[in-house]
């Protein structure tokens, strides 16, 4: 079945960028997703890209799709405290109507 | 964007009961999804709950373990049945855009059954 993989951890600095990576094995996948989650709370739609894109910015968010590689990342320029979360990637392949989602990138900002 | 609302938003229920989770969108959506996040895991897809007719379950959820209701386009309820304490977790309502290209999700409901 589809698999979706993330590393479990990554901590910066206050200021640095943040790359968050994910891999996938759906050749069929038709949308990639970005979601945070900060603790208590449900998922937010950080942005997505459809997979004819190669690259989404949007504001000091910075996707990266290598579909070949099957390789998604998130950039996340001047990392604040704020966005210290767990950070989850999925997609979406053809004909399926719900995603699969990756375990999770925990990010920790060190002021 | 949906606004999802969800309650409970938190419940400590006993071993054996039951517990229904409410979801309100604020507008009529065509697909709606319940999700579980077990503690420190990934979300995993339970069912799709689908307006007029009975919810399509993903591999290893059951019907009697988890009956939804969808009587309209704007609600669901998940029902947890005889609880365990390996039930214990997030249950997160889900809605799509018309296109279905974007999937919002509700605040989520912490379920601990001891």
């Known amino acids: 079945g589809e698999d979706v993989e993330q590393s479990l951890f990554l901590s910066v600095r206050e200021g640095d960028s943040s790359v968050i990576n994910c891999t996938y094995t759906d050749s069929s996948s038709t949308y990639l997703y970005w979601y945070k989650q900060e603790p208590g709370a449900g998922l937010q739609l950080l942005t997505y890209?459809?997979?004819?894109?190669d690259m989404k910015q949007d504001q000091r968010l910075t996707v990266l799709l290598n579909k070949k590689d099957k390789h998604l990342s998130l950039r996340i320029a001047d990392t604040q405290t704020g966005d210290s979360a767990i950070y989850f990637c999925?997609?979406?392949?053809?004909?399926?109507?719900?995603?699969?989602f990756g375990s999770g990138t925990r990010l920790q900002v060190q002021p | 964007s949906a606004v999802i609302s969800q309650k409970p938003s938190r419940d400590i229920c006993q071993r054996g009961t039951s517990l229904t989770i409410q979801c309100q969108v604020d507008s009529q959506v065509t697909m709606m999804f319940w999700y579980r996040q077990q503690p420190g895991q990934s979300l995993t897809l339970i069912a799709t709950a689908n307006q007029g007719s009975e919810a399509t379950y993903e591999s290893g959820f059951v019907i009697d373990k988890f009956p939804i209701s969808r009587p309209n386009l704007t609600f669901s309820t998940l029902t947890v049945s005889n609880m365990s304490p390996e039930d214990s977790s997030i249950y997160l309502c889900s809605v799509g855009t018309p296109t279905n290209e974007k999937l919002f999700f509700g605040s989520g409901t912490q379920l601990s059954v001891l």
């Open positions: 890209i459809f997979s004819n894109m």
């Open positions: 999925a997609e979406k392949g053809t004909g399926r109507r719900a995603l699969t």
